[in-house]
């Protein structure tokens, strides 16, 4: 069984997210928004406003970080013990 055709796919599903992320950049880096936190006991406002591109990269990124790290500890966990199979002798 070749890869080949996996590997034609995943390019293009890149290539595709790729174009999509650049004119959604390309069309909204002017806009900006400015961001706020407010608790009802404390509130916090950012100095600057923030672009919409970057608020969206940092959203997608942190996403894909806490993935990541959820998959490694998924990953480095303890084995399962097993049971010894009995013997039907």
């Known amino acids: 069984m070749s890869s080949r055709p996996f590997l034609i796919t ?12 650049t004119l959604f950049s390309l069309q909204n880096g002017a806009r900006t928004v400015e961001l706020s936190l407010d608790l009802g006991f404390a509130a916090w406002r950012l100095k600057d406003p923030v672009s919409v591109p970057t608020l969206v990269g940092a959203a997608f990124g942190s996403g894909l970080l806490a993935a990541v790290a959820l998959r490694l500890l998924w990953a480095l966990r303890p084995a399962p013990k097993v049971a010894a199979a009995s013997s039907w002798e």
């Open 10 to 21: 995943v390019f293009a599903l890149i290539l595709v997210l790729g174009t999509l992320a």
